[in-house]
């Protein structure tokens, strides 16, 4: 993936880390071969997709690869030696639906080799969040990293999404969660929200209101991010103090929960 000034790599240091343009036909053909070698040679229940978007560090910059620049071109009768301005709205349009394509590759070709494996994604929130039922357009992960995550369970390419709310409980973040978990529950029909939950910024106490409200809207389940880093306060921790958070957590899960059953395939899975 390119930016509008050539460069190519995306991080936040010098060493940086590539992405790759969703734009060009080659990428999508890679990207979905990696899937699927996974699902040929090992016994997974479910295949997730991460940072399925384009790079956040000023997003509406990147996509420059040349071939998707000439496909945009050739598309819309551009001129073939031209280059689109970051903000032109048919190229922001053309590149989301180039991110919803490869998406929609890799359910497809999964389902018609295995149709009972679950494809996922982790999906962005930021920012307040959705003010009302039609402000999803206006969103970041939707306006910016281009990654329309309600228009893919609306379409059934997704069995289910992570949003992430990872939020601060303790600033007026803890209002962004809310407005983001919502405004998740109960829209997708037969398609789920399991709500991805930021334990790692929070205390055991914030972890725990955030957890409690999120039950309360249903949904297909929590995630809690991350084993690694339990709680804010858990990153350098001994093993009991990571052990009583665990107990805390065993007062809400009190026994397994039932493996929630996945939507049927889209009916062109199969074809």
Do not use: C
Not at 16 to 39: A, K, W
Not at 158 to 164: E, F, N, R, S
Not at 179 to 196: H, L, P
């Amino acid at each position: 993936m390119y930016r509008d000034d050539g460069e190519t790599w995306a991080g936040y240091d010098a060493s940086g880390m590539y992405y790759f343009d969703p734009g060009n036909p080659e990428v999508q053909s890679y990207t979905t071969e990696i899937y699927m070698n996974v699902l040929r040679n090992y016994d997974v229940d479910g295949i997730h997709l991460d940072q399925v978007r384009y790079y956040e560090g000023e997003p509406l910059r990147w996509g420059y690869n040349p071939t998707s620049v000439a496909r945009f071109n050739q598309q819309f009768t551009r001129d073939p030696a031209s280059r689109p301005a970051p903000n032109d709205p048919q190229w922001i349009s053309w590149r989301r639906d180039q991110v919803s394509a490869l998406v929609r590759r890799i359910y497809l070709t999964a389902k018609r080799y295995k149709p009972n494996v679950a494809v996922t994604a982790a999906v962005v929130t930021w920012g307040k969040g959705p003010q009302s039922p039609d402000d999803w357009q206006r969103q970041p992960p939707y306006a910016a990293v281009l990654q329309d995550w309600r228009g893919w369970l609306q379409e059934g390419i997704l069995d289910y999404a992570l949003p992430m709310d990872y939020y601060r409980e303790s600033t007026e973040q803890g209002a962004w969660f809310d407005a983001w978990t919502t405004w998740q529950s109960g829209r997708f029909g037969s398609r789920g929200i399991v709500f991805g939950l930021g334990n790692y910024l929070n205390s055991a106490d914030g972890a725990m209101a955030q957890l409690g409200r999120v039950r309360a809207l249903g949904g297909m389940g929590v995630a809690l991010y991350s084993y690694a880093v339990p709680t804010r306060d858990l990153e350098v921790a001994s093993r009991d103090d990571r052990q009583a958070f665990a107990e805390q957590l065993r007062t809400v899960f009190a026994r397994p929960a039932p493996i929630p059953s996945l939507p049927p395939p889209l009916a062109s899975a199969g074809k």
